[in-house]
């Protein structure tokens, strides 16, 4: 594990250093290259290099980019899908979260939900109450992590004592039950990290194009790397599709039993508030008034909250999603009819986004019918493809891509044992750790910062209090009024590869989630003179990656005026 983490810091997967992974792709026959780099693929190179292959994975974007960026933010077994009868599925994505909890706890944070029964409403008390019973035992059954909590039911006095701002009228008790949250994109980074610290090499925006191909059989893939403009050929036993999205571009011929298309795109929009707006004290299942559809108010921390998601089939750029006023709307009726009193409108939407989920095939069902069950299977040329499924299962959805590999009798050398990837991630930190680290500092540094970089980076604050005892300016926060410093920005560029300004705004960090889409234009500066430092670059680049990421910005809050 020591050895491990010193890999963790060693500065050797960052952009100044791309170039030679970019020559070290070329230069090696690989058994396994994964071809994306969102929660699925990066699963899939982890799992992979921890059973002790040769792994490459790749992506045309950024790493967690796409759909592995906009989700929901939570680690959760779907209390919804106990009504269309997928147990199994439930089931599975608990133990996965209380995996998580048990070996990320930094990052994996328990969050109390509220599910109310008001009259006329879809779910009655007594639907509640078996859905959270049946919730919490799928979680403990046959887990060797357990929930945090069980859930309890509530009176309607009850529900007014811990949610004063809820609708009172009609209001009939209901339950309180545990999930988690998270932050999608940096919980596919350090995935990523797991995999890298173990061998594999992971580049982003490498795209692609086609097949190497002997005999009809795949031996490699054809890129072209896209921050230099390069072609080059990469070696490999097998291919793995974990596009997401994408999946549909990357399959040459379908199996017969497999529909074509296969991926039905659906699209989901968040909004995001200071919590005080809202002034919820906990996460709320709630129903659209439109259509009756669940969706969520869900706090970030102590002081933001976001309203999602809608769920509506999509046929645009599948790169770039944006929440229109539609969206917005549809949110906001319904989240003011739950919480009165919120101040919802679109004055204090701090900001946007917009995902798409790679929803398999269906016939028949509705967006939000449509099951998150992933799909596995080997197409012409031996490519295999994972699709589908939910954030959550990440890590069984690649222990699954094993066993389908090894049921083809390849990688016979691999280790084979069952959950083997259930260790602990190397970035983990439990919270009392993290206090002995902070006061042996003998740093000043606010409550409120030490708790986010704590929370966002684990074993990587630390690395971020060692930057601020170099140079105390780093410690500076880069809007005042959000908690995102100089320091975090600094690691993010030294010990992770972040090629852009977007990207660490985006997915690095939460800060153009968090920081008011107003004040992005002065977040921007400020972040690219600390990019413009570290990566030398000159005045038109600075402003290029400014423009970019302003540009981003203005169309996820179009809408409003």
Not at 5 to 19: A, I, Q, V
Not at 103 to 125: Q, W
Not at 441 to 457: K, P
Not at 467 to 490: C, H, P, Q, T, Y
Request: aromatic share 10%.
């Amino acid at each position: 594990m020591e050895d491990l983490e010193k890999k963790l810091f060693d500065r050797s997967w960052n952009h100044m250093n791309r170039d030679k992974m970019i020559k070290k792709l070329q230069e090696t026959d690989y058994d396994i290259v994964i071809i994306g780099a969102g929660v699925t693929g990066a699963g899939v190179a982890r799992e992979a290099a921890m059973r002790g292959l040769k792994v490459v994975c790749v992506d045309m974007q950024d790493f967690a980019a796409g759909t592995s960026s906009r989700s929901s933010k939570l680690g959760h077994g779907g209390i919804r899908y106990i009504a269309h009868g997928d147990l199994d599925l439930v089931k599975e994505a608990l133990h996965e979260r209380n995996w998580m909890r048990a070996h990320i706890p930094h990052l994996i944070r328990p969050i109390p939900f509220l599910f109310v029964h008001l009259e006329g409403g879809k779910y009655k008390i007594r639907d509640i109450k078996g859905a959270a019973k049946v919730y919490d035992f799928l979680s403990d059954n046959e887990s060797e992590f357990k929930n945090y909590k069980k859930f309890r039911m509530l009176s309607p006095e009850e529900v007014f004592e811990i949610e004063p701002e809820y609708i009172r009228e009609g209001n009939l008790g209901g339950a309180i039950y545990y999930d988690t949250n998270l932050d999608d994109a940096r919980l596919t980074l350090e995935i990523i990290k797991e995999a890298v610290i173990r061998g594999a090499v992971i580049v982003n925006f490498c795209k692609v194009n086609g097949y190497i191909k002997d005999k009809g059989r795949i031996t490699g893939v054809k890129c072209t790397d896209l921050e230099n403009n390069v072609d080059l050929e990469i070696k490999t036993k097998l291919v793995v599709n974990a596009t997401g999205i994408w999946t549909d571009q990357l399959i040459d011929i379908y199996p017969d039993e497999i529909p074509n298309p296969l991926i039905r795109p659906t699209k989901g929009v968040h909004l995001q508030y200071r919590r005080k707006y809202i002034n919820n004290q906990n996460a709320a299942i709630v129903f659209s008034k439109k259509d009756d559809r669940a969706f969520f108010i869900l706090p970030r921390n102590e002081e933001f909250t976001i309203i999602g998601t809608t769920d509506t089939d999509f046929k645009g750029d599948l790169a770039n999603p944006y929440c229109n006023k539609e969206d917005a709307d549809y949110l906001i009726e319904s989240a003011k009819f739950y919480f009165p009193n919120a101040q919802i409108g679109y004055e204090n939407i701090l900001s946007t986004y917009a995902g798409i989920r790679p929803l398999v095939m269906q016939k028949g069902k509705s967006e939000s019918e449509v099951s998150r069950k992933h799909f596995i299977f080997f197409s012409e040329g031996g490519l295999l493809t994972i699709t589908g499924g939910k954030l959550t299962e990440w890590r069984a959805m690649a222990e699954d891509v094993f066993d389908h590999i090894t049921n083809e009798n390849l990688f016979l050398n691999a280790i084979k044992e069952k959950h083997f990837s259930k260790q602990p991630f190397i970035i983990g930190l439990e919270k009392e750790d993290w206090l002995k680290e902070l006061k042996q500092t003998e740093l000043e540094i606010e409550n409120d910062i030490a708790d986010h970089i704590y929370h966002q980076y684990g074993k990587g604050a630390i690395k971020i209090l060692e930057l601020i005892k170099e140079d105390s300016s780093l410690g500076d926060r880069i809007i005042e009024e959000n908690n995102f410093i100089k320091a975090e920005v600094l690691y993010t560029l030294r010990y992770e590869l972040t090629p852009h300004l977007i990207d660490v705004f985006c997915r690095r960090t939460e800060m153009a989630l968090w920081i008011h889409h107003k004040k992005a234009f002065e977040a921007a500066n400020k972040v690219a003179e600390l990019m413009a430092n570290e990566y030398l670059w000159d005045e038109n680049k600075k402003n290029q990656e400014i423009e970019f990421y302003m540009d981003y910005i203005k169309k996820t809050t179009s809408f409003i005026s």
